[in-house]
């Protein structure tokens, strides 16, 4: 199984502010990493697919990158709203498996 | 908009067997994989199988002894059935969408979860 590892596990910062989170795969994914907004007593929301594809309806102050093995999530200008359970997920090959989260509380 | 919706009893004794269906709406079921995906409590999401548009099943090798996933296109349903179940399957389950040609899986539709709390 394809291990993905998520640091921080948790972070804060004010709004207005930038945050970045990390996923590293344990091994070669190319760019099937995906990312996800969890937020209380809600499903997951794909963010941000392949990597840096921004889905619809998705703020663009949310962005990613990366490839192979290492990957981030940013979200620039962080709003209340944003206060969120985020994952990473590698969609290379199965088993399928997510990040352990990073939780993002604004100050 | 597809939207999905998880059915099936919120509690399941011991050693007995967890039944879930999803039912899609508002878009058709051909062409794409759909997915099981559950949250234990206090722990991270784990994807447990899916069955693609000819009825193909990949599943967890963690699970797959005891998991079925069926489907049944006539209904617009999906359907997990997971047997011997113990505490550790106590979870919040979802059913999700992983969309055709793009080269990856990925979960870009959700149900809003079920909990189901195995108890005796």
């Known amino acids: 199984d394809i291990q993905m590892t998520q640091s921080p596990s948790s972070l804060s910062a004010s709004v207005g502010g930038r945050v970045t989170i990390t996923c590293r795969a344990s091994?070669?994914?190319?760019?099937?990493l995906h990312w996800y907004q969890q937020k209380p007593g809600k499903a997951p929301n794909l963010l941000i697919s392949s990597a840096s594809i921004l889905q619809s309806g998705v703020p663009s102050r949310f962005s990613g990158s990366g490839s192979g093995t290492d990957f981030s999530l940013t979200i620039n200008n962080l709003q209340p709203e944003d206060s969120a359970i985020y994952y990473c997920?590698?969609?290379?090959?199965?088993?399928?498996?997510f990040g352990g989260g990073a939780k993002v509380e604004i100050k | 908009q597809v939207q999905l919706q998880e059915s099936g009893p919120g509690l399941v004794k011991p050693s007995e067997t967890l039944s879930l269906t999803c039912t899609v709406s508002?878009?058709?079921?051909?062409?794409?994989?759909w997915n099981w995906v559950r949250h234990p409590p206090g722990k991270g999401l784990e994807w447990i199988g899916s069955i693609g548009p000819t009825g193909r099943t990949d599943y967890n090798p963690s699970l797959k002894s005891r998991l079925t996933i069926s489907v049944d296109i006539s209904k617009n349903q999906f359907s997990l059935k997971l047997t011997s179940v113990t505490a550790e399957d106590t979870a919040i389950y979802y059913c999700?969408?992983?969309?055709?040609?793009?080269?990856?899986?990925?979960?870009?539709?959700w149900g809003q979860g079920s909990l189901v709390t195995i108890s005796s």
């Open positions: 997920q590698q969609g290379h090959s199965s088993p399928l498996t």
């Open positions: 508002g878009g058709s079921m051909r062409g794409y994989w």
């Open positions: 091994q070669n994914i190319n760019n099937h």
């Open positions: 999700a969408r992983d969309p055709p040609a793009t080269g990856s899986s990925e979960f870009d539709q």
